[in-house]
């Protein structure tokens, strides 16, 4: 959910899927950003997620997400799992830091045509 909105937000594209490296599968999640509004929903977990940046809320975990910006990376903190993150957003990857997790995480996105 996190590498979606945040590729969705920093790079203005709607996603609409992505490939996770970390589990070798295609995660059927989509996400959109208009404005300082994100949007999503995580098909696997059939949940949504968004809000008004700087906070989205996740509705699997019923808890709420920051997501900074800073250019081309974001940063925030999951309440749901107690955890901090950084990303890193290219033209079609969104590598992940889980710093609770102590692990990078990579997702291939997949663009609405």
């Given at each position: 959910?996190?590498?979606?909105?945040?590729?969705?937000v920093?790079?203005?594209?709607?996603?609409?899927?992505m490939?996770?490296?970390?589990?070798?599968?295609?995660?059927?999640?989509?996400?959109?950003?208009?404005?300082?509004?994100?949007?999503?929903?995580?098909?696997d977990?059939?949940?949504?997620?968004?809000?008004?940046?700087?906070?989205?809320?996740?509705?699997?975990?019923?808890?709420?997400v920051?997501?900074?910006i800073?250019?081309?990376?974001?940063?925030?903190?999951?309440r749901g799992?107690?955890?901090?993150?950084?990303?890193?957003?290219?033209?079609?990857?969104?590598?992940?830091?889980?710093?609770?997790?102590?692990?990078?995480?990579?997702?291939?996105?997949?663009?609405?045509?």
């Open positions: 959910m996190i590498a979606a909105a945040a590729f969705a920093i790079t203005g594209k709607k996603v609409a899927g490939h996770d490296h970390a589990s070798g599968i295609d995660r059927r999640i989509a996400a959109e950003c208009r404005g300082r509004q994100v949007q999503g929903f995580d098909g977990r059939s949940a949504r997620f968004g809000g008004t940046l700087p906070e989205m809320f996740d509705s699997g975990d019923e808890a709420f920051s997501l900074e800073d250019g081309m990376k974001a940063s925030g903190y999951d799992s107690s955890s901090a993150y950084t990303a890193e957003v290219s033209a079609d990857r969104v590598q992940l830091y889980d710093h609770g997790e102590a692990a990078w995480f990579v997702f291939d996105i997949q663009l609405v045509e």
